[in-house]
């Protein structure tokens, strides 16, 4: 049975947990369970990550875990219970791992191992935490402050909130003040920063609240790695110690190593490690010239490599090497690391042995003649790392620290901070030098010290020497010896360390021996000297060189009784105080000198302290030794603090009146000495002192006497330094002085104790009267002292360490200083206070000295205000100020401190520390009864205050931010943070009541609208200004809160006082502006949020957007008419509102739209004005990223609002009305579409071609659908740009000509838009006209610039500005030169389909044609969209996509190559065109495109498949032409037809017909260089040969049979004009071979017959063929060429044929022989299965390959291009690019229809609010021409004005005949040219199909695009035509020229008849004009034009 668990609620999966049973719940491993119920062995509950889920799971698989239920009832909430770091650790790794795989996927991998390691390392960490019963209390803080400096490091690099903590533990917003919460954030924020730049111990601070900063200690690790020199074989020790060589002494102890003879280390326990710490090294020794000194000395023989001198078991100590290396190198190095750091000393030896003292001194000042190097040297290799911090804190960090092998080695010396307790009495002695007679030997002495110390009865002190730090003590030592010298000086340094109570009596002795290197090597003995360690008057050794005497003794010599030379004088300071004795005698020439140094905790030397303790045997000079008190170091004070305090007292006991005052400076002196941050810890000894062991109960009479004697001298002395002195210890007198009271109490049972409270009292109106004073003081000092420094007792007021020192500290800073001493110590003496008085006493005591500050001081030069506002800070801060008895008392002063500083201005920092203890207290006490009243003070004495401050501040740091660009970091970051957390504080206090006694003490409407404003202003500048950094979520969230809940309480307030006839639009305006800022903040919108934040928030704080929505909504129904006011200026914040994705927000917001329209309709009646402002609202809105889809569906919803009218009006107006809004709101809904899918492009990283697809949609839409000429002008600007930025130039010029077009030639002004100034529409429009011509030249679409020029260049001459006429008019010709002789690329045009419900809405299920890139093929094409799309799939067929496609969810992609279809085909039937021309309309204009797919109807022929082979022929139109405004343009109309094969077979070779006429025609025209004619043999290589084995003959047996013809009647006509046609081909082949037999090269001869034959094999096929018949061409079609041939004429087509089909489809020379596109393929491959296969065999298509190789010129004389240039020869490589279709950029106008370009129609818009008159379109003799041969420029009917219309550019130049401008034929004379062999004829079909290309069995060749080539360049110069002609009757003289060759004709120009060719045409001229017999401005029946006005500037420049 299922029951009920109690204690088993929270679990853990330790094992992953799947079944099939059901019922059951599946379990990840680590997943967190809730249980519900048990049963025989089974839980129930549910997982925390899917809560609605609850299933049962095995009890074996759950780790269950403490916890606790947080709320009763069905929602009980369970929480575990653990430590709230490891609680906070397994969330924040859950948060981070999606995150963490987030950074792979964006390639961040250098910060994604980073995040890897530290998840590592919180996972081990959190380990150690669930340990914790492992860990003792530090342990566990330092893991904590790992664990937490991981965390915000991961935070801050992963973008997540910064996590407020104190104590490492996250606090919890609602129980600390605002105040506190933004303290600690800075906190954090710090930490942060100081984690991830520094290596610094981010848990250090000063305890208790020290202002003291304690110095950082440095400590240098120094480990010995090897001793690489060559093996000595001898023992040796290598001492290390760090040396200051600018100052020539160690500083250090030192650090010593012993090896053994073979290297190794002699101590087997120090084998892993042999290192040292060189503890305790301040900033300033790290600042010093410190070298870390190595000394090697060996023990062995005398000499090293002499085994004669000695005996080999005497043992020696010998110098042998140095080392040195530079700190100063090294240390910026490994302060950067924290692993060991390997370095390399080398090792030299002294070259004399006299210099071994200073060795290292010479090696670092590099006296390299004193020292050298031993060979193969590498010397000692150690490793360095520094380490900072407390050097405990360092032990439990490092475990290895711990184990032993680590010597600590000391400073010299002690630290910069001494702590109480370190015991320590080190004696350093120096061995310095020794003067030593020869002693009649004849070389001199190897003198050997050896050093013990004894007490007074001979006995030797064990242990007591230290060679150095790493080897054990030892009882004597044996100095180093230096060969034959007897002056050695050794500088050779011990350590003595002898405990205290050994020092008295004990005795240093010096032994001398000399050491013989004779066989026996003795060492004898020859003298001694002796030093006693302490004095007879109790002091040590002192610090000093000590020369001492030498005393005469053998090696016989016994030192038994040491009496006997101890009563003998040491030295010459003992001289006169031995006696002579008579066992030894001293050595007068012999003198010995040591030098000692004492770091003792306990002795001294001293004498003045020694007197002073000793004071009793010196009772007259006790004053003098008071005063030399003074003088003494303060190392020796605190040594012996207690005896000296107890000494000070019992004087003061002894003589109160004779030694008070002395025994007071005295205190005073010691009191002040413990403010150094040296002694600074010794302050806890002193309170010891006091509390228990101080026994002075009189003590205190005293004390205050002295104390108010030195207060009321201040106003009267010259000199204040001991006045300062005294008010700077004020706080421990006081402790003296409560302390002693105490005592005297308890001793007498309280007596005198109204004594005792008179004399504070009086104490008290004396410092009254001190800080009362309003002068400085008879002298002013400077006072350079920090008010805030290390001397400070208390707790520093927070955040004002820094800013007091910066203010208070400057040397100009002049100020009274005993105020300020009185003012910095008197907070500190409360809590004394307490002791002896009660709270309400010291609370009157403080009041009344603060009240005694001047409000306000105005000394000059002296700044107090910040000096008294760190003392009430301070007070605050006090236990004192936590009664609440005490602050009913001090807080109204305080507050008006504070309002008088905010008020002024003055000190804001300070006074919003204040503030933050103040509601730091008060949210503490909150449950406090006395909390509300002293809210109330605090409401009505800084409320407003504060406000005005905020106001001021924030005012400030707009004016920087304007004029710096960039946010003061002072005023926003810390004043600004500061006070707005005070403010918050204050609102988060204050009840309804509070609220309503605030608006009951405003004495009038105005004063309550001041305020109203005030606080609206800042509410708004805090959501602007954000002065809360992002990621201070918590701060910001409950900033939020605050607001809110302040909203809903003053918001009836402002309905009772400003609604009505009070309606107060600024505080209604001001108030709707917060609710819009507030709903669209960034930290609300919880939708952006990951689902655990969103959830955390939604639990504590709800959705606030919604609760201030409602609030926003109800107090906008409460305004009835005065809602008017606010339409339209709310319309677009309130839009903003509904774009917030939030379905609530947006269900309250939405039916206000429908309010404010009601309202104008009842108003105005009509809704204009709402209907505009949500437009451009939308626009703009949705341009920020702003509103989705769904806001879209809701949007529309407003139709159902739309219902009857709320009024008594007539049925029709609410029809009329409802009906307006129903379709206004669905016009909206339609724009919200396009704009939904333009934010979506330009907000994502989508490409330009979506982004410009969007714009031009939208653009559209804007210009069809709203009018709304503004926002479809900003529109075009935009498209424009995207496109210049992807350098589509033609795009964007047409783009921009739509605005251009809406412009007329009027001196109308016109005001600024966008980046165009305010100017008048003419300039404007020039202005347009000059950009435009810019970018169709940039886009090589000179044709469209022309007309243009002619507009502009009409405009000039109008205006008599011939200047700019000049220019235009060069710019003009020179695109004519750039049109014949620039090369364009021609461009493929593909088709593509977007199906499926996934593509943006501009795109889904529709399809369109796009023109390709320069270069790019179907490929390409195809690869960039799918690029673009990468979620689309590739259709591979070209069949429609059925309906289910249509409707899918997917994306599909149809993509095939097109064909275009040209409009101007009158031009390209004209032969004497030239290509550059033809080739332009070919690919511009185009609305048509085809596409063609074989197919076989009916029985498919296996022997000629050319009988059943058709066409299915789709043509798809355009909406509009290509170029236009955008690269692709939608398919408006489709039209499928199917071509007969017969039909295809004619198309086919009337096709290749013409390819062979033109170029023949270029080969005749223009011989190439060098008679290169490859092109024209491969040309009628590839026809003749196809004829021969196949081609023709396929279509002869297929349509010229009897069978055939008689089945098919009707195609009688066609069958004989296929005949004719192949006729045709005949004739043009012998054409062709004539002109190749002329220009053929010798070498190609054999090529050239094997044509020949093959052409009569192809004729005789013909002849004998069915049709041969006919085989003589029609004498009506062709013209005589110059071989005699008769040449049929047709018509240019282009070649739509994508292949060179070759004779047998094989590569020839490089040229691939590849086969037409399919449906879906690139037109350069094709599938084999469209490829109708050769009707060759394989052995013919061998047998005409090898015939081919055989005819060509030898390999080196081959052509190498594609098809016949030769690379080789000069100027042939452009030929490269000749073999690339020409084409220019496409641009095209889609908007404007052709009747709205041609028809004069007045413009719908208007720039401004000015009418115009209706202007008439452009002329038809300028409006006719389509391109170049551009007509001239007539004068318009009179009042009538040019215009540029797309109209010009759609006539056929058949429609009017070209004329040449009359100033041209001025100034030239053209001469009519020689035509082209052909005549213009009707044009077939033509088509991108197989067949229509031409196939290997049609017998005709056809090019390919890709090598096809530009004939023009071959048809060269012409010859002249001599004969003119014209029609005398005709206002145009018609004149032919050639525009190749302009040149002036020395001959008028004369015109004659139409000659032979009496139709009406021209003769075969290349361009045909028509020139007016009058100028177009000479009209009689019009009055000549008035002169102009004077010339203009023009924006566009100068011409």
């Known amino acids: 049975m299922w029951t009920p668990t109690d204690d088993e609620r929270l679990g853990v999966a330790i094992f992953t947990f799947r079944s099939c049973v059901p019922q059951t719940l599946t379990l990840e491993l680590g997943e967190t369970v809730h249980i519900v119920e048990k049963c025989d062995g089974w839980f129930r509950g549910f997982s925390s990550r899917r809560s609605n889920i609850k299933g049962i799971f095995p009890c074996s698989y759950i780790h269950l875990k403490k916890c606790t239920v947080t709320t009763k009832g069905p929602d009980k909430v369970v929480v575990p219970v653990e430590d709230g770091v490891v609680t906070e650790v397994t969330s924040t790794l859950r948060e981070w791992a999606s995150l963490w795989k987030q950074l792979y996927v964006r390639h961040k991998v250098d910060l994604f191992f980073k995040v890897a390691h530290v998840m590592s390392e919180l996972m081990e960490l959190r380990k150690q935490l669930t340990a914790a019963s492992q860990l003792t209390q530090q342990q566990k803080r330092d893991v904590k402050r790992h664990v937490t400096a991981r965390l915000d490091w991961g935070n801050e690099h992963l973008g997540l909130d910064l996590v407020p903590r104190k104590e490492f533990e996250m606090v919890d917003e609602d129980q600390i003040s605002v105040s506190d919460l933004y303290k600690m954030h800075l906190s954090s924020r710090n930490n942060v920063q100081q984690n991830s730049q520094t290596n610094l111990n981010p848990n250090q601070k000063n305890g208790g609240g020290d202002p003291c900063r304690v110095p950082v200690a440095h400590h240098l690790l120094v480990n010995l790695k090897s001793f690489t020199y060559n093996n000595i074989g001898e023992d040796s020790d290598i001492f290390f110690w760090l040396y200051d060589s600018r100052e020539g002494k160690s500083i250090s102890e030192k650090f010593l190593v012993r090896l053994n003879k073979n290297g190794g280390v002699k101590n087997p326990e120090k084998l892993d490690r042999l290192c040292a710490l060189f503890t305790d090294l301040s900033n300033k020794d790290m600042k010093r010239d410190l070298y870390i000194v190595s000394q090697v000395i060996r023990t062995g023989r005398m000499l090293l490599n002499d085994h004669k001198k000695g005996p080999p ?83 439990r960090e490092n475990k290895w620290m711990l184990s032993g092998a680590v010597a600590m080695t000391r400073k010299l010396g002690f630290p910069d901070v001494i702590v109480p307790g370190d015991m320590r009495n080190d004696l350093y002695l120096t061995l310095e030098r020794g003067d030593f007679e020869r002693g009649g030997k004849s070389v001199p002495k190897n003198i050997e010290v050896g050093i013990s110390v004894l007490y007074a009865d001979g006995e030797l002190v064990q242990d007591c020497i230290n060679l150095g730090c790493g080897e054990p003590n030892v009882a004597e030592h044996r100095s180093f010896v230096l060969y034959h010298n007897n002056s050695p000086r050794w500088s050779e340094a011990i350590k003595l360390p002898i405990p205290i109570d050994q020092f008295r009596g004990s005795h240093l002795r010096f032994e001398f021996r000399h050491c013989s290197t004779k066989d026996k090597g003795d060492k004898k003995l020859f003298g001694f000297s002796f030093t006693p360690l302490m004095r007879d008057d109790g002091t040590t050794l002192s610090d000093q060189s000590h020369e001492l005497f030498v005393y005469k003794c053998n090696e016989n ?83 012996f603090l207690q005896d000296i305090l107890d000494t000070l007292f019992s004087i003061l006991d002894d003589n109160p009146d004779k030694y008070g005052p002395l025994v007071f400076q005295s205190l005073v002196f010691v009191i002040n000495l413990l403010r150094d941050s040296k002694y600074f810890h010794f302050r806890a000894v002193m309170d010891t002192y006091i509390h228990k062991h101080f026994a002075g109960a009189l003590a205190y009479k005293e004390l205050i006497r002295c104390l108010r004697w030195s207060v009321e001298r201040s106003a009267e002395a010259t000199r204040q330094d001991h006045i300062q002195d005294v008010m700077r210890a004020l706080e421990y007198l006081f402790k003296f002085i409560v302390q002693s009271r105490s005592l005297y109490s308890r001793a007498t049972c309280g007596m005198e104790e109204e004594q005792f409270r008179s004399s504070i009292q009086e104490l008290f109106q004396s410092i009254r009267f001190v ?50 001493a009185v003012l910095n110590s008197f907070p500190a003496i409360f809590d004394e206070l307490l002791h002896m008085f009660s709270v309400q006493e010291v609370a009157e005591f403080v009041r009344g000295t603060l009240a005694s500050l001047p409000s306000m001081l105005h000394i000059p030069g002296h700044s107090m205000d910040a000096v008294k506002l760190q003392s009430i800070a301070r007070t605050v801060d006090s236990r004192l100020f936590s009664f609440p008895e005490s602050r009913r008392i001090i807080l109204p002063v305080v507050l008006h401190h504070i309002h008088l500083h905010l008020r002024h201005q003055k000190e804001l920092l300070m006074c919003s520390g204040v503030l933050t203890s103040l509601f730091s207290i008060i949210k503490t006490s909150s449950l406090d009864a006395s909390v509300q009243e002293e809210v109330e003070m605090m409401v009505e004495s800084v409320l407003e205050v504060l406000l005005q401050t905020l106001l001021s501040i924030m005012s400030k740091s707009q004016s920087q931010e304007a004029v710096r660009g960039h946010r003061c970091p002072q005023c926003t970051a810390e004043i600004s943070g500061e006070f707005v957390s005070c403010l918050l504080s204050l609102l988060r206090h204050m009840t309804d009541v509070h609220f309503q006694h605030l608006m009951e003490n405003f004495q009038s409407k105005e004063v309550l609208k001041e305020f109203m404003m005030k606080i609206w202003c800042v509410f708004r500048n805090l959501m602007k200004l954000s002065i809360f950094p992002r990621d201070w979520n918590v701060m910001r969230l409950l900033t939020s809160r605050i607001i809110l809940s302040t909203v809903q309480r ?28 507030y709903i669209n903040q960034p930290s609300l919108q919880l939708e952006n949020m990951s689902p655990s934040k969103r959830k955390k928030i939604f639990d504590k704080y709800g959705d606030m957007r919604v609760m201030m929505t409602y609030e926003l909504f109800s107090m906008w129904q409460n305004l009835s008419e005065s809602k008017i006011h606010f339409i339209p200026g709310m319309i677009g914040p309130f839009l903003g509102v509904t774009l917030v994705p939030q379905v609530e927000v947006r269900n309250i917001m939405i039916p206000i739209f429908h309010d404010m329209m009601d309202w104008e309709q009842r108003k105005n ?17 949705f341009s920020e990223g702003k509103g989705d889809e769904n806001y879209r569906e809701l949007f529309s919803l407003l139709t159902q609002l739309f219902g009857p009218y709320p009024s008594l ?100 002004p016109i005001k600024d838009l966008l980046h165009y100034p305010a100017q008048s529409e003419w300039h404007r429009k020039e202005v347009l006209c000059r950009k435009l011509i810019h970018y169709f030249n940039k886009g090589k679409c000179w044709e469209f610039a022309i007309p243009l020029c002619r507009e502009l260049a009409f405009q000039y001459e109008s205006m008599y500005d011939y200047q700019s006429l000049s220019w235009i008019r060069k710019l003009e010709a020179a695109y004519f030169d750039h049109i014949m002789e620039h090369q364009r690329l021609e461009p493929e045009f593909f088709r593509v389909g977007f199906y499926g419900r996934k593509f943006p809405f501009f795109l889904r299920n529709k399809e369109f044609v796009c023109r390709g890139h320069d270069y790019e093929r179907l490929e390409a094409f195809q690869q960039r969209m799918l690029g673009e799309f990468p979620q689309a799939i590739a259709m591979q067929h070209p069949n429609q996509p059925d309906e289910a496609i249509l409707q899918c969810d997917a994306q599909y992609i149809q993509i095939y190559a ?25 690919f511009n204009n185009v609305r048509r495109f085809r596409y063609d797919r074989p197919f076989h109807k009916g029985p498919k022929d296996r022997d000629n498949e050319f009988k059943s082979l058709w066409i299915e022929r789709t043509t798809l139109i355009l909406a509009h032409p290509l170029p236009g405004i955008s690269r692709w343009f939608e398919v408006e109309k489709r039209e499928l037809v199917e071509a007969s094969p017969l039909d295809n077979a004619i198309s086919v070779v009337e096709n290749k017909n013409q390819e062979l006429r033109t170029l023949i025609t270029c080969y005749q025209l223009k011989p190439p260089h060098n008679n290169n004619v490859n092109l024209l043999s491969m040309t009628l290589n590839g026809v003749v040969d196809a004829a021969v084995n196949g081609g023709i003959t396929r279509y002869q047996e297929a349509f010229f049979d009897k069978d055939y013809i008689s089945t098919h009647p009707q195609d009688s006509d066609k069958i004989t004009q296929l005949k004719h046609l192949m006729q045709e081909q005949v004739h043009t082949l012998g054409s062709g071979l004539a002109v190749h037999d002329k220009l053929v090269h010798p070498e190609m001869r054999p090529l050239h017959k094997k044509l020949m034959d093959q052409f009569h094999v192809m004729k005789s096929s013909l002849s004998h063929g069915p049709s041969a018949g006919s085989d003589q061409p029609n004498p009506t079609r062709g013209i005589v060429s110059p071989e005699g041939f008769k040449v049929h004429r047709h018509s240019e087509v282009e070649n739509v044929g994508n292949l060179l089909i070759l004779a047998d489809n094989k590569d020839f020379y490089g040229i691939q022989a590849n086969h037409c596109s399919s449906s879906l393929s690139s037109t350069h491959s094709a599938s084999s299965h469209l490829i109708n296969s050769s009707l060759w065999t394989h052995k013919e298509k061998s047998r005409n390959n090898r015939e081919m190789l055989m005819l060509l010129p030898p390999p080196r004389e081959r052509p190498n291009s594609i098809l016949y240039q030769n690379f080789s020869e000069s100027g042939q490589r452009a030929f490269l690019h000749q073999m690339i279709s020409p084409a220019c950029k496409p641009s095209s106008d889609p908007n404007l229809s052709f009747t709205e370009k041609v028809v004069s129609t007045p413009s719908s818009w208007s720039l401004d609010s000015g009418t115009r008159d209706v202007v008439t379109v452009l002329p038809a003799h300028i409006a006719s021409i389509r391109a170049p041969p551009v007509p001239p420029r007539g004068a318009p009917p009179h009042g009538q004005y040019l215009s540029m219309y797309y109209g010009a550019f759609h006539h056929q130049l058949r429609d009017l005949p070209c004329a040449l401008p009359v100033r041209s034929l001025r100034k030239s004379r053209l001469q009519c040219s020689l035509a082209l062999p052909t005549s213009p004829v009707s044009i077939p079909d033509h088509t991108n199909s197989a067949l229509s290309d031409g196939n290997s069995t049609s017998g005709v060749l056809t090019r390919s695009e890709s090598n096809s080539t530009d004939t023009s360049e071959l048809a060269g110069s012409q010859a002249e035509q001599g004969d003119h002609w014209g029609d005398p009757l005709s206002p145009y003289w018609l004149i032919g020229y050639n525009v190749s060759n302009l040149r002036p004709s020395p001959s008028a120009p004369h015109f004659h ?35 102009p006005r004077k010339p203009y500037f023009r924006e566009g420049g100068s011409p």
């Open 313 to 395: 078991h005497v043992r020696y100590r010998r110098p042998y090497g140095c080392a040195v290396l530079a700190m100063s190198d090294v240390l910026q190095t490994i302060s950067e690391l924290k692993e060991e750091k390997d370095f390399v000393l080398k090792v030299y030896m002294c070259n004399n042995e006299s210099e071994w003292y200073q060795i290292h001194e010479n090696i670092i000042r590099k006296s390299s003649t004193k020292y050298s190097a031993p060979g193969n040297n590498y010397g000692l290799i150690i490793s360095l790392q520094l380490l900072r911090g407390d050097l405990e804190e360092l032990r």
């Open 1165 to 1181: 009646g009509n809704f204009k004005q709402v209907e505009a402002e949500l437009i451009d609202k939308l626009d703009s809105l």
């Open 1953 to 1987: 008849g139409f000659g032979s060719h009496g139709e009406g045409s021209p003769p075969c001229c290349q361009y045909l004009h028509y020139i007016p017999t009058h100028s177009p401005l000479d009209r009689p029946s019009e009055p000549p034009p008035t002169l």
């Open 771 to 820: 800080l009362s004073l309003d002068r400085p003081t008879c002298e002013t000092l400077i006072f350079t002292q920090p008010i805030q420094g290390p001397s400070q007792t208390g707790p520093p007021a927070p955040g004002l360490v820094a800013y007091s020192a910066q203010v208070l500290s400057s040397n100009t800073l002049q100020m009274p200083p005993l105020s300020v």
């Open 1050 to 1077: 003053l918001a009836p307030f402002q309905l009772k006082n400003f609604v009505g006839a009070d309606f107060d639009f600024k505080v209604w305006s001001s108030y709707f502006s917060l609710a819009v800022l």
């Open 557 to 639: 010599t016994t030192f038994c009784n040491p009496s006997l030379y101890l009563a003998l004088p040491c030295c010459k300071d003992h001289l006169n105080l031995g006696v002579p004795g008579v066992a030894f005698q001293r050595s007068m020439r012999e003198i010995f000198w040591i030098s000692t140094q004492l770091s003792s905790t306990k002795l001294t030397q001293n004498v003045d302290l020694l007197a002073l303790l000793k004071w009793k045997a010196h009772t007259d000079r006790v004053g003098d030794i008071l005063g030399r008190l003074r003088h003494v170091s303060g190392e020796e004070v605190v040594k």
């Open 1458 to 1482: 097109v064909t275009p279809v040209p409009e101007a085909v009158t031009i390209l039937q004209l032969d004497q065109v030239p290509e550059q021309i033809k080739s332009f309309y070919r």
């Open 1209 to 1308: 009006l007539e049925k029709i107006e609410q029809e009329t009305w409802r009906e307006t809004g129903i379709s206004f709101v669905t016009s909206v809904t339609r724009l919200m579409e396009r704009l939904l899918d333009y934010r979506d492009c330009i907000k994502g990283d989508e490409l330009e071609n979506k982004k410009i697809g969007c714009t031009v949609n939208l653009l559209n839409f804007y210009k069809s659908e709203i009018n709304k000429e503004e926002m479809y002008v900003r529109y075009i600007h935009k498209l424009c740009d995207m496109h210049l930025q992807a350098d589509n130039y033609t795009e964007a010029a047409f783009t921009l000509l739509l605005y251009w077009e809406l412009l007329h030639w009027d001196e109308r």
